[in-house]
């Protein structure tokens, strides 16, 4: 596959990291190490790429967990957060259901807290969201990803969490601008989307929300599972992006068909 094809795209942690990057840089320019270019993103591709892709294409034996104590240790973590993300979602669910969807903020700064709660529901959660991951990201690495080995690269963390990270809260809470991060947008709309769902809470939901972010960069994103469908749909009417999501018919006779079928003509 790898000698036949190329992603044309880049890793969506990449186009993430890149937004906050960018938008940190556009309000707090003290705490930025080094800029990126062109040749930057090379690099960090180069590096991913030699780091996974080239190792199994050498030696294809090497992505055998069974044999490889360091990829044991990076499937434990993630496996780990999976777990951990599908027990948060459900407390989450129950605050909403229990106080209606009419959730507070709180924060030690009262400036803080009063700015959040002034602020609509969804623009809160995206907020609070987004300060509470790449706080964890950037001070809690659990497995390799851009946001957690790139961005301290860019960015100077002592500066960015001095003054007890006042100043990086500021930040998320009154400069951030969710528009200028349309991916990291959408993904925190799947995270609401998703605690307003039905079914219950699974741990394919972290991975769902990765997927879904690829109607940031694609035209379409094809699904069989009606759980995904449904929560691109909700989160594109909170951010809205120009993928299109198109639900298969899993019990179809042909997959060409069916994409065939349901894919927008172009």
């Known amino acids: 596959m790898l000698r036949l094809a190329a992603w044309a795209k880049p890793p969506m942690d990449l186009v993430a990291a890149i937004e906050v990057f960018n938008e940190a840089a556009r309000h707090q320019p003290s705490w930025v190490r080094q800029y990126m270019g062109q040749q930057d993103r090379k690099r960090y591709l180069r590096f991913r790429f ?25 499937l434990s973590a993630i496996d780990e957060v999976l777990t951990q993300n599908k027990g948060l979602q459900k407390e989450r669910r129950e605050i ?49 990803s851009a946001e957690s080995d790139w961005l301290p690269v860019l960015l100077d963390l002592d500066r ?31 995270l609401y989307c998703q605690e307003e769902e039905p079914k219950p809470a699974d741990r394919g939901s972290s991975v769902d929300r990765i997927h879904l972010c690829y109607l940031h960069q694609c035209d379409a994103v094809v699904t069989t599972d009606g759980g995904l469908f449904m929560t691109m749909v909700c989160a594109l009417k909170i951010a809205p992006s120009k993928g299109v999501p198109i639900l298969l018919n899993r019990s179809a006779t042909s997959a060409l068909a069916e994409l065939q079928r349901c894919m927008p003509a172009v």
């Not at 030699?50 to 090497?62: C, G, I, L, R, S």
């Not at 909403?96 to 009063?114: H, I, S, Y």
């Not at 969490?161 to 200028?180: E, I, Y």
Request: aromatic fraction near 10%; charge should be neutral.
């Open 96 to 144: 909403r259901r229990v106080t209606g969807n009419k959730v507070r903020a709180n924060a030690t700064d009262p400036v803080l807290e009063q700015a959040l709660n002034a602020l609509p529901p969804q623009e809160l959660y995206w907020r609070v969201q987004m300060y509470q991951d790449y706080t964890l990201l950037l001070l809690d690495r659990k497995s390799p």
């Open 50 to 74: 030699d780091n996974t892709w080239a190792v199994v294409e050498k030696d294809p034996t090497a992505a055998a967990i069974e044999s490889s104590p360091a990829l044991q240790g990076q």
């Open 160 to 190: 960015v969490f001095a003054n007890d990270g006042r100043d990086w809260q500021r930040f998320w809470v009154l400069q951030a601008d969710p528009t200028r991060m349309p991916a990291n947008y959408l993904y925190v709309a799947g």
